[in-house]
């Protein structure tokens, strides 16, 4: 009898910005990583390189800045490649970016899901192309372990794959800057 592999990747949400520090909605906008940000992600680095129990083949970065910097940080101190992947940008929110993350108007307008933002995109579409991602990362992890540097948007998308939620709980999940995240996939 031979035991499955189990497959899995990891995943990583970008250093700070001055938008997570001010509580504004950043979206696809490219913001920078503070200085706490790089610190962060150099931190994030040097755990990744020191831990053997974690095994990353190859990074996959959302090309927004602040997670393009998270990735090249960590590929710099590990010596794991990285690349970008236009799939793994934080949704567009429309005319909601820079605006009060906490704010009424925003957080109504995000229970539409199959709603465009105005100037953005829906949610539904977002999990359709990160859903798409990981189908592929899934059918790949005999090959390769991955990990994903993106946003607190993608961050609930990829939760949402692997666990039901309500819409609720869905708008309350969020990952921490540069906090790790393992999610191993079922058996088929």
């Known amino acids: 009898m031979s035991i499955p592999l189990l497959k899995y990747f990891y995943f990583t949400r970008h250093g700070q910005t001055i938008w997570n520090v001010e509580g504004k909605v950043c979206g696809a906008t490219d913001i920078e990583l503070t200085e706490l940000g790089h610190e962060q992600a150099k931190e994030l680095g040097e755990h990744i390189k ?108 990829v939760q949402s794959y692997f666990h039901d939620m309500t819409n609720e709980e869905y708008a309350a999940f969020g990952v921490k800057n540069c906090e790790i995240v393992r999610y191993d996939f079922p058996e088929k």
């Not at 190859?58 to 690349?83: D, F, Y």
């Not at 990981?134 to 005999?142: F, Q, T, V």
């Open 50 to 157: 020191a831990d053997k129990d974690i095994k990353i083949d190859e990074i996959v970065a959302s090309p927004l800045v602040r997670a393009k910097n998270t990735a090249e940080h960590i590929s710099g101190i590990t010596g794991i490649p990285m690349h970008t992947d236009m799939r793994v940008i934080e949704q567009n929110f429309g005319k909601w970016e820079s605006t009060a993350r906490d704010g009424a108007d925003f957080k109504k307008a995000k229970e539409c899901f199959a709603m465009s933002h105005e100037g953005g995109e829906s949610t539904l579409r977002l999990a359709q192309r990160i859903y798409n991602l990981l189908d592929e990362i899934r059918e790949e992890s005999d090959e390769k372990t991955y990990i994903l540097v993106a946003h607190n948007g993608i961050a609930r998308v």
